[in-house]
């Protein structure tokens, strides 16, 4: 399909278009002092003219100079928890006349559009597909979402300080298919997005919106603004060679920079909870007073916590240094051997979201250099 | 089925009955409650008394004074299970602060018939003096933590209490960290899970009323809080010091501040 030029403010027509297909819409909004993935109505919702300042145990917006719709980087929270919901109740059971009678839960929800995915987390979304659907026992409930999902990505044409998918191959020019790809070009002239549907569902809905064919001249605008964005990466502090990380861990399981970390972490677990690919969960059965009733809720959990690794006995991983290397190397290296690639795609947030300011480039920085000594 | 009920009791130490009102609160539940359990002894409730043994205890409050020493002795040998409620009852209350001073001084000051007082030193709690199955922390408690704790009593399974940090609730509740985005500083990464991140939902800093949770780091948290919020130490002591001021975790982090860092 040909890149076609979508005017700014006719960028709510698209958003319009996906609810009268049916779609429950999920974009960007500004909340809480943040960006936060939440369900939009229109163009309106969504926080032109903001743009985040993130570091190490830091996140702050602020007004952009200019007008940007996404201006901004990834958002506080991940698109994961719209896949797999927080906390979810997986069956109920109840005794009738004796008997125990089971009840599955079905997904009720409506279809999901999301607009404003990064290339980051397209690799996210399929990296967690890889652990949800791929497996030998998929999960029905992110499976059903994920299949009717429309994915209206962007690319990225501003980087924040805490951003490294130029590091981990996954960004900042989205790599990945969605169904429909922006770019957002603006300068003191013009605002506009570059257009390009990358299914047939979404060649329908561009079919629909008030486009005109791209020149050569806007084509170039948008590679110069995604470049704008590679460049503050390339020259940040977080740019580095990824190629040799999953072996540089395992031959240091025991490097003395483990204990440093522990010394600082608080094992609260927000790294994981914020991270994009980060699956796991906890199981939770309860029965009622009556004990006639009985619910199994699932929920994200963390390898942070005392409880995740405990069975028969005890606890495998009781302390923090223990707890902040399992999930460095699953992240970084285990994770290579489980599924094929990488868990991390460099969104960072688990770089901005960690309360004492925990940086995982940087900790890999010091066991290079502690390898090196 | 009504000789087969599990009789429950529910005692007061030194507290503000605001643990045992939790129960109260259940008022959609408590009938379901009292169907399922025979209430023996609730003097909150009810002034009638039943004799023990009870099967479960549940104990709120912490020991202050002579008498509570040897009627949580009484308590715990007619109790199957006991289990303790609240911050007094799990780690002393607010009135551990009392464990920092001394306490003559301030009888004197407060009464005017000093002679009339009798009280220990200390605050401490229940699990200090007896074997205690099972913590329910906060303060108060949460009645939804306590209704399954009671559930899970009946039932003879383990109670679906987690002791990871509040951070955990407060991300799975879609709040937008309050220390990260603001740079205010929340007790939740030290504190243990219960409440749902009430504070944080209603944008407000924990203040850790429900006590450290499992492997608590209070001393690394300061250390950010003080490089890179600008607390001051004396800030970070009053967290320290509230309701669960004798939990040490808690209070070896306030003495390490205090006495800058080192051990005492
Ligand atoms: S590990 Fe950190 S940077 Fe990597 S994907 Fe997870 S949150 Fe993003
Ligand atoms: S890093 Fe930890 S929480 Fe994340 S997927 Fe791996 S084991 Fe699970
Ligand atoms: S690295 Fe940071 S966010 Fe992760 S558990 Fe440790 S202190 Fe918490
Ligand atoms: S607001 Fe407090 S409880 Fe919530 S994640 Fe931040 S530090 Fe943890
Ligand atoms: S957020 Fe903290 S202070 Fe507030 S109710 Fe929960 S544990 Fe207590």
């Known amino acids: 399909m040909q890149t076609a030029i979508l005017a700014a403010a006719d960028l709510d027509q698209l958003i319009q278009l996906l609810i009268v297909e049916g779609f429950q819409v999920i974009g960007p909004v500004r909340d809480q002092h943040a960006i936060l993935y939440d369900q939009i109505s229109s163009a309106a919702d969504l926080p032109q003219g903001w743009i985040d300042q993130q570091e190490k145990g830091s996140y702050r917006l602020e007004q952009s100079p200019n007008q940007a719709y996404f201006g901004h980087t990834v958002a506080a929270n991940s698109w994961k928890k719209f896949l797999n919901p927080p906390r979810r109740r997986l069956w109920r059971a109840s005794r009738e006349n004796g008997q125990l009678v089971f009840q599955a839960e079905s997904n009720e929800a409506p279809p999901l559009a999301f607009i404003g995915v990064r290339s980051c987390e397209l690799h996210a979304i399929r990296i967690q597909d890889a652990v949800y659907i791929q497996g030998s026992h998929p999960d029905e409930l992110y499976r059903s979402n994920r299949q009717r999902l429309f994915n209206v990505s962007v690319n990225c044409t501003r980087a924040t300080a805490t951003c490294f998918c130029a590091s981990m191959n996954t960004g900042p020019e989205v790599s990945l298919p969605s169904d429909i790809n922006l770019t957002e070009v603006i300068d003191a002239e013009q605002h506009y997005f570059l257009v390009k549907a990358g299914s047939p569902a979404g060649e329908r809905i561009v079919a629909q919106l008030p486009t005109r064919a791209a020149d050569q001249t806007a084509q170039q605008a ?21 190629s040799d990380v999953k072996e540089l861990l395992y031959r240091n399981l025991e490097s003395p920079s483990w204990d440093d970390v522990a010394e600082r972490c608080l094992s609260c677990a927000n790294c994981t909870l914020a991270c994009p690919t980060c699956f796991c969960s906890a199981v939770e059965d309860s029965t009622d007073l009556t004990g006639d009733h009985a619910e199994r809720w699932q929920r994200w959990d963390s390898c942070f916590t005392n409880d995740f690794s405990y069975i028969h006995g005890g606890t495998i991983r009781e302390s923090t240094r223990s707890r902040y290397r399992q999930w460095m190397t699953h992240k970084l290296a285990t994770w290579i051997d489980q599924f094929g690639h990488s868990g991390c795609v460099g969104c960072g947030r688990c770089i901005s979201w960690c309360p004492v300011g925990i940086d995982i480039t940087e900790e890999l920085l010091h066991i290079r250099a502690a390898e090196a000594k | 089925m009504s000789a087969a009920k599990a009789t429950v009791a529910v005692w007061k130490f030194s507290s503000c009955d605001g643990c045992q009102l939790s129960l109260l609160d259940c008022e959609d539940e408590l009938l379901a409650v009292a169907e399922q359990v025979e209430i023996a002894y609730f003097m909150e409730a009810s002034s009638r008394q039943l004799p023990g043994p009870y099967d479960l205890s549940i104990v ?43 306490v003559k001084d301030y009888i004197a000051t407060v009464y005017a018939h000093p002679e009339y007082i009798s009280t220990l030193a200390t605050s401490t709690p229940i699990s200090e003096h007896v074997t205690v199955d099972f913590e329910l922390r906060g303060c108060p408690i949460n009645k939804q933590q306590l209704l399954e704790v009671i559930s899970a009593f009946l039932r003879q399974r383990r109670p679906q209490i987690s002791d990871h940090a509040v951070c955990i609730e407060c991300k799975l509740s879609g709040v937008a960290c309050l220390t990260t985005s603001r740079g205010l500083p929340c007790m939740g990464p030290v504190t243990h899970a219960g409440c749902g991140a009430l504070c944080p939902r209603y944008d407000r800093p924990c203040f850790g009323c429900y006590g450290p949770k499992e492997n608590p780091n209070p001393d690394a948290m300061s250390q950010w809080w003080q490089a890179s919020l600008g607390v001051d130490s004396v800030k970070i002591i009053e967290n320290m010091r509230n309701f669960n001021a004798a939990a040490p975790a808690f209070h070896n982090a306030a003495e390490r501040m205090n006495t800058g860092g080192k051990d005492d």
């Open chain 1, 222 to 242: 948008g590679r110069e603004a995604i470049g704008a964005a590679l460049q503050q990466m390339q020259t940040g502090p977080r740019y580095f060679d990824s």
């Open chain 2, 60 to 102: 709120e409050g912490s020991i202050t004074t002579p008498e509570q020493l040897e009627l949580i002795q009484s308590v715990r040998q007619q109790s199957r299970f006991l289990v303790a409620i609240g911050a007094c009852a799990t780690a002393g209350g607010i009135q551990a602060l009392r464990n920092l001073v001394d």
